[in-house]
């Protein structure tokens, strides 16, 4: 495990999936590599911080297409913290 920027990431497997918390979700950034090159960044929300309810997942696929593995992970995360602030 490593922190980076204050945020606790722990590596899944080889192919860059990683997961971290933030503010009561679970954000999981991934990469699709298509047949042309590009890189497309993928994401998986996890809410379940309360003990009431069962967790609630949100997933989105090519929210944008990039170069490398690194901008595309990079993009998926700064992504979801937008997403997940935009909702309180």
């Not at 899944?12 to 999981?28: E, P, R, T």
């Not at 699709?32 to 993928?42: E, M, S």
């Not at 593995?69 to 700064?78: C, I, S, V």
Request: aromatic content about 14%; proline content about 3%.
């Amino acid at each position: 495990m490593r922190c980076c920027a204050g945020i606790a990431w722990l590596s899944l497997m080889q192919n860059n999936k990683y997961i971290h918390h933030y503010n009561g979700y679970s954000v999981s950034p991934s990469v699709h590599q298509l047949p042309d090159g590009w890189f497309a960044a993928n994401l998986l929300l996890v809410r379940g911080d309360t003990r009431d309810t069962a967790p609630v997942s949100y997933r989105f696929h090519a929210l944008d297409y990039f170069d490398n593995e690194a901008q595309a992970l990079g993009h998926a995360t700064a992504w979801a913290r937008g997403w997940v602030d935009s909702r309180g």
